[in-house]
């Protein structure tokens, strides 16, 4: 497994004003893209079922759409310049550019979306996609750009 070094980003994320539409647009064609497999995925399989069926399930659809991804990618931390023993590992980077945070949970919470704030604020990628596959009748999901 590839670890990924990024410096961290000054970014303050504690306010959700600050997700503006000034990215709207950034990787659109490719969150729609991203989309349809998710809920290709939803359709085949249902809800109700653990995270990782829902990872390995996807990563095989984003193969077959032929979408380019890396799953499970640590981001390495570090605290003034020491690097730390601590690792993030987001669910998927996709077309190189997204973020995409999995959950298989009743409800999507602030905490998740926290999670993905941060993810985008170490990595410095603007667009992040919060996806929840348990629920039974459809795919709750999340865009944020920042």
Known sequence: MEIVSYVLIAMNLSKKSQITQAYGD???KEGYELMAAAFEVHNEVGGGL?????????EKELRIRGIPFTAKQEIALFYK???????YVPDLYVHDGIIVELKAVSKLLPEHESQLFNYMRLTGKRVGYLINLAPLKTVEWRRFAL
């Open 50 to 58: 653990a995270e990782e069926v829902y990872q390995e399930s996807l």
């Open 81 to 87: 310049g020491i690097e730390l023993q601590r690792r």
């Open 26 to 28: 950034l990787f659109k």
